[in-house]
T-cell receptor
Framework: NAGVTQTPKFQVLKTGQSMTLQCAQD?????MSWYRQDPGMGLRLIHY???????DQGEVPNGYNVSRSTTEDFPLRLLSAAPSQTSVYFC????????????FGNGTRLTVT | DAKTTQPTSMDCAEGRAANLPCNHS???????VYWYRQIHSQGPQYIIH?????ETNEMASLIITEDRKSSTLILPHATLRDTAVYYC????????????WGAGTKLIIKP
């Protein structure tokens, strides 16, 4: 049981490049989400999904796209990277029923130059 | 805006109980209080959560006041490995399931 797995751990992009951050979970969780964390701050929700084929925007969705074709995977796409997207990105998942807590991956540290 | 208020930082001696306070005066009836911690910018680690009753697990205890406007996380015997940023969060159990994160409390355990 690997939990929530994020790849890559580190990434450097040039302004305007695109890339996909990968997130996979093996706990059969219906809910998956992406957060970004800037230095000294808490996490802000980018996008989330409550099941395969269903996605929705969070607090800071601009510049990011997501899709959920399977229960296990929830990739985050940066279409045209900007320096303001330099951050640490966390993927998290949970069951929808009850008050199930979120399980987090160990993050992807992205630098856009 | 964060729906919780926490002190910016706290110290605690190793082996003593660490008591971390949190104010959530605008909490609604269906909002749970969750505690997470983050060590060295790793992914946040779930600690404990509750709705209105006190809760205890192998990591910590959570004391929620009767009016639910504040709570305290208790680490009974703090160790150096408990040094981390601790986040108190409320979560609405709707389709969004959004957690509103504040800046947390930096807890430093001193030998």
């Amino acid at each position: 049981n690997a939990g929530v797995t994020q790849t890559p751990k580190f990434q450097v992009l040039k302004t305007g490049q695109s890339m996909t951050l990968q997130c996979a979970q093996d706990m059969n969780h219906e809910y998956m989400s992406w957060y970004r964390q800037d230095p000294g701050m808490g996490l802000r929700l980018i996008h989330y999904s409550v099941g395969a084929g269903i996605t929705d925007q969070g607090e800071v969705p601009n510049g990011y796209n997501v899709s959920r074709s399977t229960t296990e995977d929830f990739p985050l796409r940066l279409l045209s990277a900007a320096p303001s997207q330099t951050s640490v990105y966390f993927c998290a998942s949970s069951y929808l029923q009850g008050s199930s807590p979120l399980h987090f991956g160990n993050g992807t540290r992205l630098t856009v130059t | 805006d964060a729906k919780t208020t926490q002190p910016t930082s706290m110290d605690c001696a190793e082996g003593r109980a660490a008591n971390l306070p949190c104010n959530h005066s605008t909490i609604s009836g269906n909002e749970y209080v969750y505690w997470y911690r983050q060590i060295h910018s790793q992914g946040p680690q779930y600690i404990i959560h509750g709705l209105k009753n006190n809760e205890t697990n192998e990591m910590a205890s959570l004391i929620i006041t009767e009016d639910r406007k504040s709570s305290t996380l208790i680490l009974p015997h703090a160790t150096l490995r408990d040094t981390a940023v601790y986040y108190c969060i409320v979560r609405v159990m709707d389709s969004n399931y959004q957690l509103i994160w504040g800046a947390g409390t930096k807890l430093i355990i001193k030998p």
